[in-house]
T-cell receptor, first 113, second 111 residues
Framework: DGGITQSPKYLFRKEGQNVTLSCEQNLNHDAMYWYRQDPGQGLRLIYYSQIVNDFQKGDIAEGYSVSREKKESFPLTVTSAQKNPTAFYLC????????????FGPGTRLTVT | KQEVTQIPAALSVPEGENLVLNCSFT??????LQWFRQDPGKGLTSLLL?????REQTSGRLNASLDKSSGRSTLYIAASQPGDSATYLC??????????FGAGTRLTVKP
């Protein structure tokens, strides 16, 4: 089956710890994205990558980091510098970074206490 | 900066009703507009994508329209069913791969 997988579904961390969220796709898509979703708000773009070894900051990149060493993988690290990391994180991909549809993974709910 | 608004935030209807969800955006210079469905605690499922040159798209009981000049899109759901209960999000893609999402309309269809 082709699709986007995110793991784990739920993640708990103590304040001050870095944590990495996994996103893998086997759709052969060039572009991948990370969004954050908070209650009552629209999704906000954290980072996106249009091609391997390249990525761009979105609206709320502070406190986050990414890498894109392989086409199928786009991990997101939530660092201790992120002041309010508890949220639902969604990964997406699209064929290119242009006009085509974005396809979403199932999400990871991160809780930091 | 593009802003996307969805009104109402929540909607409850009896089964069988036809309904319309609204999405408005402030900058008419868009590439496309996409409607998504999100079930609680899950990812987004794409329902319909309308390119900027199109006025509507249809899939089954769903019809989405786009009026760029007025900055509006509507999602029409015919003969609603309890299984349609979910949050519906619209997203607008503009320049530089910039995709803006509304906060969504939470729909409940009562049997």
């Amino acid at each position: 089956d082709g699709g986007i997988t995110q793991s784990p579904k739920y993640l708990f961390r103590k304040e001050g710890q870095n944590v990495t969220l996994s996103c893998e796709q086997n759709l052969n898509h060039d572009a991948m994205y990370w969004y954050r979703q908070d209650p009552g708000q629209g999704l906000r773009l954290i980072y996106y990558s249009q091609i391997v070894n390249d990525f761009q900051k979105g609206d709320i990149a502070e406190g986050y980091s990414v890498s894109r060493e392989k086409k199928e993988s786009f991990p997101l690290t939530v660092t201790s510098a992120q002041k309010n990391p508890t949220a639902f994180y969604l990964c997406a991909s699209s064929i290119t970074g242009g006009w085509d549809e974005q396809y979403f993974g199932p999400g990871t709910r991160l809780t930091v206490t | 900066k593009q802003e996307v608004t969805q009104i109402p935030a929540a909607l409850s209807v009896p089964e069988g009703e036809n309904l319309v969800l609204n999405c408005s955006f402030t900058d008419s210079a868009i590439y496309n507009l996409q409607w998504f469905r999100q079930d609680p605690g899950k990812g987004l499922t794409s329902l319909l994508l309308i390119q900027s040159s199109q006025r509507e798209q249809t899939s089954g009981r769903l019809n989405a329209s786009l009026d760029k000049s007025s900055g509006r899109s509507t999602l029409y759901i015919a003969a609603s069913q309890p299984g349609d209960s979910a949050t519906y999000l619209c997203a607008v893609k503009g320049n530089n791969n910039d995709m803006r999402f509304g906060a969504g309309t939470r729909l409940t269809v009562k049997p």
